[in-house]
């Protein structure tokens, strides 16, 4: 596919979700994140659920969801972070998070614990999987394109805390973040 987010706040795909989607939300993608230009700098990337159509946050560590001075209207995001941002109390800048209605994550992992390198340009696979019925969230990350047995994260979410009947899903990127397929 190769479609690439050059922008801040750039959504690279989106898409309606139905009028229940606690029961299971699984997307499957491919993406790189590529610094075609050194003196620019992204934050990352998200997988976001959100009631918003659009997003009109703030590059860098705001990955576009959120600005400086306002709150968002609620979202939940799968963030591949690529900046250690202080103020949103990131490990580092290799890891993914969830995050609940607020920059600063909720669950975290670090990629360097897994050899993954979100800066690399190399190819990374994510499954984002929620099972309504057990509140199961997991989030797995590899190299390969088989899905390793053990997720990266894995815990309990009410997902309808945080979602409301007429959700939008999206990636949003910062920067020269590139979409391989989805």
């Not at 230009?37 to 998200?46: D, F, Q, W």
Request: proline share 4%; charged share 20%.
């Amino acid at each position: 596919m190769g479609l690439i987010a050059q922008l801040v706040n750039n959504i690279i795909f989106k898409a309606d979700l139905p009028d229940t989607p606690r029961t299971a939300v699984g997307p499957f993608f491919t993406f790189s994140v590529t610094n075609l230009n050194p003196s620019l700098i992204g934050g990352g990337l998200a997988f976001v659920i959100s009631p918003d159509e659009y997003t009109v946050g703030d590059a860098g560590g705001f990955l576009g969801l959120v600005n400086a001075t306002g709150s968002p209207s609620g979202f939940l995001a799968v963030e591949f972070d690529t900046l250690m941002d202080v103020e949103f109390k990131d490990i580092n800048g290799n890891h993914v998070g969830l995050d609940l209605n607020s920059m600063v994550w909720t669950q975290v992992a670090d990629l360097d614990a897994t050899d993954i390198d979100l800066k690399s340009g190399d190819a990374v696979n994510a499954w984002i999987e929620y099972d309504g019925s057990s509140g199961v969230f997991n989030k797995t990350v590899s190299y390969s394109n088989l899905k390793p047995k053990e997720p990266l994260l894995s815990f309990n979410l009410d997902l309808d805390q945080y979602v409301n009947d007429l959700m939008h899903a999206y990636i949003i990127g910062c920067v020269f973040h590139r979409l391989l397929e989805r």
